[in-house]
């Protein structure tokens, strides 16, 4: 069973700082890519930043320059900086993995998600 742990998510006021957390655990062999995506009532899901184990990074255009994704892959763990934050950030956070174990060869995996509220 792989298990994906999300932390960090809290309230903060507009221009504020958060750094979010996610690490995988379980049988693992290998993870590829890691990626944060986030969501609000009545739409739909979105990439906000993601990373291939080698390196590769995509942003949301809206969230350049302000959030910045990293990973420690001998810890499985991949986070996300925050920087001047704003209201329209507030949203469930959702950590994301494409793993391979001994008995499936890749899968994404989803993390229950995060709350981040941003006040004005």
């Given amino acids: 069973q792989v298990q994906l742990q999300e932390s960090g998510g809290g309230l903060v006021q507009a221009g504020g700082s958060l750094r979010l957390s996610c690490a995988a655990s379980g049988i693992i062999v290998s993870i590829d890519a890691m990626g ?3 969501q609000v009532p009545g739409k739909q899901r979105e990439l906000v930043a993601r990373s291939t ?3 590769d990074t995509v942003y949301k255009d809206s969230v350049k320059g302000r959030f910045t994704i990293s990973r420690d892959n001998a810890k499985n763990t991949v986070y996300l900086q925050m920087n001047s934050l704003k209201p329209e950030d507030t949203a469930v956070y959702y950590c994301n993995a494409y793993v391979k174990t001994l008995s499936v060869f890749g899968m994404d995996y989803w993390g229950k998600g995060t709350l981040v ?4």
């Fill in 36 to 38: 944060w995506y986030r």
């Fill in 53 to 55: 184990s080698g390196g």
């Fill in 117 to 120: 509220t941003v006040s004005s």
